[in-house]
């Protein structure tokens, strides 16, 4: 019964009651505003109750709660269409117009329509999109073995060169704040790599002093990033909670719309 | 159980019993009563030269069943869980465990549950069905008796009738749910304040700020305004406040007629951020100036984002991008892309491991609750500067409970901290 009285409220309200809504603001648009305004208050109250009521018709495996986050998924899905409709338009007025980069537009539909086809060809046959019986890769997997796992890797991989630009740009002694960065960040670094016992591994006399020293500084740059970043991070996300908390409270008073795009007070 | 007139193990008759129907010998009478005779006489006692009996170990000593032994449903949950406690017999034997059995209707058949060890004190059952009545039983078992080869038991000890059933209250959250009507009670009535007319104070946010600028000098350069929302979904508090910063942006561009590009990862957020944008427009009275490609959808995955947008970036050289929401690894690439192209970088995250690389890459950074101050600091709405306060005496508070548990603390005292914490 807990079962049916979940499934029936979340369908009354987040499904029936807005339907009648937009039915019934057809002729009036401020009724119509109105209907997301609802719906965002009981998404956003039905997670909050459910922290707390641990009823199974709300927080249940099958309650409103996990069923809201199902509901998400669905959505999601049907967002991704809408997604895919807007790639297709958009490149293809690009290639159409011969705009800026229209070749790579062009890349980008065949991509996408060569590897819906090998997905769409997958589920027909009942291969699928991973390997054929026989072990070797299906033409959907191929492809993305191929081309898609080195692109991926190779834009991950840039990550290192911006860090030592960015690192190059932040640590440059342009004032107080930066100069306590740069030497903060110094001694961050010397404590996390082995570059005493580097630089003393030839002179073997040395190996304690440089051993002693690399203790030290791995302590002092461990002491660095828990009392003083610690702290800060702390405040950073204590302030954040109470900032998300009172955003979150603003967006079930229906008083925040202008992720709806209504804007304040329409 | 024993049955009548079965021996009971452990207890072997002293004298063995004669069997039934077997043929009583002639006893040799006269050596017998001779004998007896002169053991009396030299006074040795009869039972010297009694037969003797069959050799048996000592029984064991009973063991104690468990005491205090309750069954009740598991409280604050969401059902489907029986919660029984006890406490162990003083003593029990090496290797003893405590057996857990449970009967159902409609047979009440006892089946076994677990065997938990001594010390535990409680089990929960969590295949029990919300509804349904059940009896426990619980029981010392010791290992086998070496020397009988019997199994040594305590007595049962049976619970009553229990049920499993959802409740109404998670129980060990009711500090968070007293803070959270605290807090809420003090953003309403910041509220209330800010609505009856009172002037409200909100410090300066640099990087709200240049916001007008950015906007101004990409309308001056005849260039592009690039917003990007995060990579994630709209069921992000962060994603909400960068769609509601970007309708105060597209707003600007409105105003000024400067290009607008919103490039998405995530579908929903994709649909929220062209809604967002297309109400702005309208809203400035400039509906014919939104196209629907300004926001449009990339890529699901990561990086194949961060590659479109990089690349666009580089070849279009927008004046001001935006960078407001949900970022991971990307963050720094899509950054530093922006930085080479020379436009002015406005960045925005409540998440600190990001925020190194936009303070090390752009111009502006909203660091935190910055983020979510943003729409009340560029609305100036009352309503919305009111919840900000609320916000921020409800941190005051917590930067006085946090001294005062430091304090307490550092005396040994850890009632506040204790108190603090939640399930």
Same mark, same amino acid.
């Given at each position: 019964?807990?079962?049916?009285?979940?499934?029936?409220?979340?369908?009354?309200?987040?499904?029936?009651?807005?339907?009648?809504?937009?039915?019934?603001?057809?002729?009036?648009?401020?009724?119509?505003?109105?209907?997301?305004?609802?719906?965002?208050?009981?998404?956003?109250?039905?997670?909050?109750?459910?922290?707390?009521?641990?009823?199974?018709?709300?927080?249940?495996?099958?309650?409103?709660?996990?069923?809201?986050?199902?509901?998400?998924?669905?959505?999601?899905?049907?967002?991704?269409?809408?997604?895919?409709?807007?790639?297709?338009?958009?490149?293809?007025?690009?290639?159409?117009?011969?705009?800026?980069?229209?070749?790579?537009?062009?890349?980008?539909?065949?991509?996408?329509?060569?590897?819906?086809?090998?997905?769409?060809?997958?589920?027909?046959?009942?291969?699928?999109?991973?390997?054929?019986?026989?072990?070797?890769?299906?033409?959907?997997?191929?492809?993305?073995?191929?081309?898609?796992?080195?692109?991926?890797?190779?834009?991950?991989?840039?990550?290192?060169?911006?860090?030592?630009?960015?690192?190059?740009?932040?640590?440059?002694?342009?004032?107080?704040?930066?100069?306590?960065?740069?030497?903060?960040?110094?001694?961050?670094?010397?404590?996390?790599?082995?570059?005493?016992?580097?630089?003393?591994?030839?002179?073997?006399?040395?190996?304690?002093?440089?051993?002693?020293?690399?203790?030290?500084?791995?302590?002092?740059?461990?002491?660095?990033?828990?009392?003083?970043?610690?702290?800060?991070?702390?405040?950073?996300?204590?302030?954040?909670?109470?900032?998300?908390?009172?955003?979150?409270?603003?967006?079930?008073?229906?008083?925040?719309?202008?992720?709806?795009?209504?804007?304040?007070?329409? | 159980?024993?049955?009548?007139?079965?021996?009971?193990?452990?207890?072997?008759?002293?004298?063995?019993?004669?069997?039934?129907?077997?043929?009583?010998?002639?006893?040799?009478?006269?050596?017998?009563?001779?004998?007896?005779?002169?053991?009396?006489?030299?006074?040795?006692?009869?039972?010297?030269?009694?037969?003797?009996?069959?050799?048996?170990?000592?029984?064991?000593?009973?063991?104690?069943?468990?005491?205090?032994?309750?069954?009740?449903?598991?409280?604050?949950?969401?059902?489907?869980?029986?919660?029984?406690?006890?406490?162990?017999?003083?003593?029990?034997?090496?290797?003893?465990?405590?057996?857990?059995?449970?009967?159902?209707?409609?047979?009440?058949?006892?089946?076994?549950?677990?065997?938990?060890?001594?010390?535990?004190?409680?089990?929960?059952?969590?295949?029990?069905?919300?509804?349904?009545?059940?009896?426990?039983?619980?029981?010392?078992?010791?290992?086998?008796?070496?020397?009988?080869?019997?199994?040594?038991? /305590?007595?049962?000890?049976?619970?009553?009738?229990?049920?499993?059933?959802?409740?109404?209250?998670?129980?060990?959250?009711?500090?968070?749910?007293?803070?959270?009507?605290?807090?809420?009670?003090?953003?309403?009535?910041?509220?209330?304040?800010?609505?009856?007319?009172?002037?409200?104070?909100?410090?300066?946010?640099?990087?709200?700020?240049?916001?007008?600028?950015?906007?101004?000098?990409?309308?001056?350069?005849?260039?592009?305004?690039?917003?990007?929302?995060?990579?994630?979904?709209?069921?992000?508090?962060?994603?909400?406040?960068?769609?509601?910063?970007?309708?105060?942006?597209?707003?600007?561009?409105?105003?000024?007629?400067?290009?607008?590009?919103?490039?998405?990862?995530?579908?929903?957020?994709?649909?929220?951020?062209?809604?967002?944008?297309?109400?702005?427009?309208?809203?400035?009275?400039?509906?014919?100036?939104?196209?629907?490609?300004?926001?449009?959808?990339?890529?699901?995955?990561?990086?194949?984002?961060?590659?479109?947008? /990089?690349?666009?970036?580089?070849?279009?050289?927008?004046?001001?991008?935006?960078?407001?929401?949900?970022?991971?690894?990307?963050?720094?690439?899509?950054?530093?892309?922006?930085?080479?192209?020379?436009?002015?970088?406005?960045?925005?995250?409540?998440?600190?491991?990001?925020?190194?690389?936009?303070?090390?890459?752009?111009?502006?950074?909203?660091?935190?609750?910055?983020?979510?101050?943003?729409?009340?600091?560029?609305?100036?709405?009352?309503?919305?500067?009111? /919840?900000?306060?609320?916000?921020?005496?409800?941190?005051?508070?917590?930067?006085?409970?946090?001294?005062?548990?430091?304090?307490?603390?550092?005396?040994?005292?850890?009632?506040?901290?204790?108190?603090?914490?939640?399930?």
């Amino acid at each position: 019964m807990n079962f049916d009285f979940g499934r029936v409220a979340l369908v009354l309200v987040l499904a029936v009651v807005p339907i009648i809504g937009i039915a019934l603001g057809m002729r009036a648009p401020a009724l119509r505003s109105r209907i997301p305004i609802l719906i965002g208050i009981f998404a956003g109250l039905i997670p909050i109750f459910s922290l707390y009521i641990p009823k199974q018709f709300l927080s249940g495996p099958t309650g409103m709660s996990p069923r809201l986050d199902q509901w998400l998924i669905i959505l999601a899905g049907f967002a991704l269409l809408l997604g895919i409709v807007n790639v297709v338009q958009n490149n293809s007025r690009k290639i159409s117009r011969r705009e800026k980069g229209w070749f790579f537009a062009a890349v980008l539909l065949i991509g996408l329509l060569v590897t819906s086809a090998f997905g769409i060809w997958g589920w027909w046959t009942k291969m699928g999109i991973g390997f054929m019986p026989d072990g070797s890769p299906t033409p959907f997997k191929w492809v993305e073995d191929r081309f898609f796992q080195p692109l991926q890797s190779t834009i991950f991989s840039l990550l290192a060169f911006f860090m030592a630009s960015a690192a190059f740009r932040a640590f440059r002694a342009r004032n107080t704040e930066a100069t306590i960065l740069l030497i903060a960040a110094g001694l961050v670094m010397a404590g996390r790599v082995p570059l005493l016992e580097f630089l003393a591994a030839p002179f073997p006399p040395l190996h304690p002093s440089a051993s002693a020293a690399s203790q030290f500084l791995g302590g002092l740059a461990e002491r660095i990033m828990d009392i003083p970043n610690g702290a800060a991070q702390s405040g950073i996300i204590i302030g954040a909670a109470l900032g998300a908390a009172s955003m979150a409270i603003r967006v079930i008073l229906g008083i925040e719309r202008g992720y709806l795009g209504l804007g304040q007070g329409e | 159980m024993t049955g009548r007139g079965k021996r009971r193990a452990g207890t072997a008759p002293v004298f063995p019993a004669r069997r039934r129907g077997a043929a009583a010998r002639p006893a040799p009478k006269l050596p017998l009563l001779l004998l007896l005779a002169a053991a009396l006489a030299s006074g040795f006692p009869a039972a010297a030269f009694a037969i003797a009996p069959e050799i048996s170990p000592p029984a064991p000593p009973p063991i104690e069943p468990p005491t205090s032994f309750t069954a009740l449903d598991r409280p604050g949950d969401t059902g489907g869980a029986v919660l029984l406690t006890w406490k162990d017999p003083p003593t029990l034997p090496d290797g003893a465990a405590i057996e857990i059995l449970r009967s159902e209707p409609p047979a009440y058949e006892w089946s076994s549950l677990a065997l938990v060890k001594p010390g535990a004190g409680k089990y929960e059952d969590a295949t029990a069905a919300d509804g349904k009545l059940y009896r426990y039983e619980i029981r010392v078992q010791a290992p086998v008796d070496a020397a009988t080869g019997a199994a040594r038991v /305590s007595p049962p000890v049976v619970s009553d009738s229990v049920s499993a059933r959802d409740n109404w209250f998670r129980t060990g959250r009711e500090n968070s749910l007293i803070a959270s009507i605290l807090f809420v009670a003090i953003v309403l009535i910041s509220i209330a304040w800010a609505r009856s007319g009172h002037e409200i104070f909100i410090r300066r946010i640099s990087g709200l700020n240049a916001v007008d600028e950015a906007i101004g000098r990409a309308t001056e350069l005849g260039k592009k305004v690039f917003f990007i929302p995060g990579i994630q979904s709209m069921d992000d508090i962060q994603t909400i406040a960068s769609i509601a910063i970007l309708g105060f942006v597209a707003r600007s561009t409105a105003r000024y007629g400067t290009d607008l590009d919103v490039p998405n990862k995530d579908p929903i957020t994709f649909v929220s951020a062209r809604e967002a944008v297309r109400g702005a427009y309208l809203a400035e009275g400039r509906p014919d100036l939104f196209r629907e490609e300004m926001v449009n959808y990339v890529t699901y995955d990561q990086f194949a984002y961060t590659a479109a947008v /990089s690349a666009r970036m580089v070849r279009e050289k927008p004046a001001a991008i935006f960078l407001i929401g949900y970022f991971f690894a990307e963050s720094l690439i899509l950054a530093e892309t922006g930085q080479s192209t020379g436009a002015i970088q406005i960045a925005g995250q409540a998440d600190p491991t990001q925020l190194p690389f936009f303070v090390a890459t752009c111009d502006y950074v909203l660091i935190g609750e910055e983020l979510y101050a943003a729409s009340a600091y560029l609305s100036r709405e009352p309503v919305l500067l009111g /919840s900000t306060r609320g916000q921020d005496i409800a941190k005051g508070i917590l930067i006085l409970l946090g001294l005062a548990g430091v304090a307490l603390a550092s005396f040994g005292n850890t009632w506040l901290s204790s108190v603090m914490k939640t399930q």
